[in-house]
């Protein structure tokens, strides 16, 4: 995983794996990380916007691992190994439940804290499956 | 009556600061542990040391989760020490693979101090052992 972030590329160069599909879970990902980082930082409880924004990527990260079911299910396969590809999807679409559920425990702005937390482990395994898929820094067979 | 009575059973160290770290840990281990699982059954060969490395440190975080979330001063004893064993790991293996890169052919969860996790791996158990050293004794504090 050491070029996860695409630190192996030369400053400028596109980051070509990252398709529509992947760049909006990142985008969401983050974005939602954001917000429960910010809303953790100010001492908020997990809340409506908190809560709301982790339910919301829970659904987009969903749709991302439709998105590759269909992709497989029409004869599409993935350069890395598909079940990697596998196993980031399913602990991806794990997370923001996981993450509430602990939230709903911890009614203190370290709960906001632990949605942020899973936002960006999520966001960051959405760009990794997109490596995976396109073949990026996949370790040699 | 009841809810007071679980909350004191409740670790003190999962409140607070610590259900975040505890959810860091979470996971790795998912991470260590399914990478390293995957790196051996399909390419040991590849590079060995690494990928042994790789299943030493998915051990030691599956250790040093579950005394995280198991109250109690016993399981804190054992989380001091798992996450100590944890941070000597991270600054060994890193130095390691730095002067000899040859010898890591593939890369391992630890490897130039957990590069390919953000420095996550570096930073976590600096984290878990200032956690554990306030959060010490057998009252849950805030």
């Known amino acids: 995983m050491t070029a996860s972030v695409g630190r192996a590329q030369a400053p400028g160069a596109t980051v070509d794996y990252l398709d529509g599909w992947a760049t909006a879970a990142l985008s969401v990902g983050l974005l ?4 429960c980082l910010v809303a953790g930082l100010r001492g908020r409880p997990p809340g409506r916007w908190t809560v709301g924004a982790s339910v919301i990527l829970q659904v987009v990260l969903l749709a991302y691992l439709v998105r590759y079911l269909v992709a497989m299910a029409t004869g599409s396969s993935p350069v890395g190994p598909a079940w990697e590809l596998w196993a980031y999807l399913v602990t991806v679409a794990v997370l923001p439940a996981l993450g509430l559920a602990w939230a709903r425990e911890e009614h203190s702005r370290w709960g906001t804290l632990v949605l942020a937390v899973m936002a960006v482990v999520a966001a960051v395994m959405c760009g990794r499956v997109a490596q995976i898929w396109y073949g990026v820094g996949v370790a040699p067979a | 009556m009841s809810e007071a009575k679980a909350a004191d059973r409740l670790s003190a160290r999962t409140t ?15 991470g260590a542990t399914s ?37 109690g001063e016993r399981a804190w004893r054992v989380s001091v020490a798992a ?60």
């Open chain 2, 35 to 71: 990478r390293a699982a995957a790196q051996i059954l399909t390419r040991f060969d590849a590079a060995p040391l690494a990928y042994s490395l790789s299943a030493v440190a998915a051990a030691i975080y599956i250790v040093a989760t579950v005394a995280l979330a198991v109250p």
């Open chain 2, 83 to 142: 996450i100590s064993v944890e941070l000597a790991g991270v600054l060994v293996v890193g130095t390691w693979s730095v002067l000899r890169p040859e010898q890591f052919a593939d890369a391992s969860v630890w490897s130039h101090y957990g590069r390919g996790y953000l420095f996550i791996p570096l930073v976590l158990p600096v984290l878990g052992l200032w956690w554990l050293a306030r959060s010490r004794g057998p009252r849950p504090r805030r």
């Open chain 1, 32 to 35: 939602v990380a954001a917000l």
């Open chain 2, 16 to 30: 607070g600061p610590g259900r975040v770290i505890l959810a860091l840990y979470v996971v790795f281990v998912i």
